[in-house]
């Protein structure tokens, strides 16, 4: 937060309470999210390993990320590849 906050010309505080008011999430939740989603589509789209997917989504560790996906997701991310795996096979029959 403080290097985008930085970016724009603000302090970390007053741009975390503008963020939230006006988006109604706190910056870390919305940064964790846009995370998430980039991961989950890497996932679904690629081969990469798990530890590469958590650094090119920039998570500080593997065990951040899968921790955080699976709070979120109830599945790990190597469950939830496993699982779109055996969807388009069957959608591929």
């Known amino acids: 937060m403080e290097s985008v906050s930085e970016h724009f010309g603000f302090n970390p505080t007053y741009f975390s309470r503008m963020f939230a008011k006006k988006t109604g999430r706190n910056f870390n939740v919305y940064l964790s999210s846009l995370r998430l989603d980039h991961a989950t589509h890497l996932l679904e789209t690629t081969t990469s390993s798990i530890p590469d997917i958590s650094e090119e989504s920039g998570f500080s560790s593997s065990r951040a990320f899968i921790e955080m996906f699976k709070k979120v997701n109830e ?12 969807h388009q096979k069957g959608s591929s029959l």
């Open 75 to 86: 599945l790990t991310p190597k469950q939830y590849r496993d699982q779109c795996s055996e």
